[in-house]
């Protein structure tokens, strides 16, 4: 991509949302390995603020002052030990540090949505949000029923707007999606 071939020599690819992220990472800090993953370590600082946020909402301020110490921790702690143990961090080329920040907005957006069912913009969101997930690693799939499901449990939720809901949801997911998927079946 970085020479003008496009990811994957411009053929399908399954998963494109990280070698994409990777391709501006090289961009915006050259061709250092070392530069690249201090960047993207920079970026993936958002986490340990993501959960404190959902601790914060679920319990208080406290509590999400202290998970995010952890993470913090954790953090450090990874970055440390990648020559001992096989542990997926901020550091290191893998999609599983950024599978955990979207699956970390998905949750929270969803929290906040809980809160406010009838902000119809959060559902487009965190609709928007998965698709993206879809494109970094299949597995966040799991959470497919239950985001789907979720307006029709939702006490709060006039009858109508349920299903409104679960179109804008459809409609986030298929947004993010269908552009890129149209470019590959061109």
Known sequence: ???????????????????????????????????NMGLQAA??????????????????????IAVATIIIFRGINGVAATNLINLANQKQMLTGFPTAILVGLILLITLVWLRRPN??????????IFGLGIYLRQTILGFFPVILLLPFFVSKLKKQRRLIVFTLLLLGIITFGVPYEAKNYI
Do not use: C, D, W
């Open 119 to 128: 902000t119809v913009a959060l559902a487009v969101l965190m609709g928007g």
């Open 43 to 64: 970026i993936f600082a958002i986490f340990p603020a993501l959960l404190y946020l959902l601790s914060k909402l679920l319990s208080n301020r406290s509590t999400g």
């Open 1 to 35: 991509a970085l020479i003008g071939q496009g990811l994957n020599n411009g053929k399908a690819y399954n998963r494109p949302a990280y070698p994409a992220f990777l391709v501006y990472i090289h961009i915006l800090s050259g061709q250092s390995y070392a530069n």
